[in-house]
């Protein structure tokens, strides 16, 4: 399965926020979109996964050999997309299990629910109501439901922000395992400590840095970071 990205305007509240964009990310397969705030990041993911508010005026967004311009979010999911949200939404009252057990009458049983839960330490949390957990809770959960829609590619929008070290590692361990397990991962971070953490495990296949709407440089992961490293960017993407 391969997510293709061709030539992509996105447009947003009026304006346009994406100039042209292509991307291919393949099963089992990580690439990486980093770049400041405002670059236009989230804003892709969001007209990928196909919310409302953000409109892809020109291009083409491909799911294998099906075209999802004009499909709604829920097709776009049912045939494979997954996205993970920068910011997880607190719904009161509501828990992760009434949430995974309407997924589930959807997308079917799912044996490795537990198992996954297991990984990411959530698995006293799931009757909790998802308003009550804090940064790093939120996101792993987010995490699970993403992957109880069973997706073929996961759009994960800053997984590591506003999350605690120990959350950290268990996110990167469950992204570890899903790309290895075959699933295509388009992932968006801000800083490159999460990134460093992805490529030292040796997964990640290309990181894009997006500028102003555009990818600026798209190259070996390896090659990126060290050209942050000489223009004193280590520490984060916002200048690259």
């Known amino acids: 399965m ?15 926020v994406v100039h042209g964009v292509s991307l291919r990310v393949r099963s089992g397969e990580l690439q990486v979109l980093m770049g400041p ?16 508010g953000y409109r892809v005026v020109r ?10 311009n004009d499909l709604p979010l829920y097709e776009r999911a049912r045939r494979g997309l997954g996205l993970g949200f920068q910011t997880p939404p607190r719904i009161k009252g509501v828990t992760a299990r009434c949430i995974l057990e309407a997924l589930e009458k959807v997308y079917g049983h799912w044996e490795d629910l537990h198992r996954y839960a297991r990984l990411l330490g959530i698995e006293d949390l799931l009757d909790k109501p998802l308003g009550s957990l804090s940064g790093g809770e939120r996101k792993r959960v987010e995490l699970l439901l993403v992957l109880a829609q069973r997706p073929r590619i996961m759009l994960l929008d800053e997984p590591d922000s506003g999350v605690d070290i120990d959350s950290l590692g268990l996110i990167a361990d469950v992204v570890e395992e899903s790309v290895r397990r075959g699933i295509g991962v388009l992932l968006v971070t801000h800083t490159t400590h999460f990134l460093e953490e992805l490529v030292g495990r040796g997964i990640v296949s290309r990181i894009n840095v997006m500028l102003d709407g555009t990818i600026r440089l798209s190259d070996e992961p390896h090659r990126v970071l060290r050209l942050l490293e000489e223009r004193g960017l280590r520490g984060a993407a916002g200048g690259a």
Do not use: D, H, I, T
């Open 37 to 52: 705030n405002g670059a236009g990041k989230s804003s892709l993911l969001s007209a990928v996964m196909g919310l409302p």
């Open 59 to 68: 291009g083409e967004l491909l799911l294998g050999n099906q075209r999802l």
């Open 2 to 16: 391969v997510l293709e990205l061709r030539n992509v305007f996105v447009e947003a509240s009026g304006s346009l």
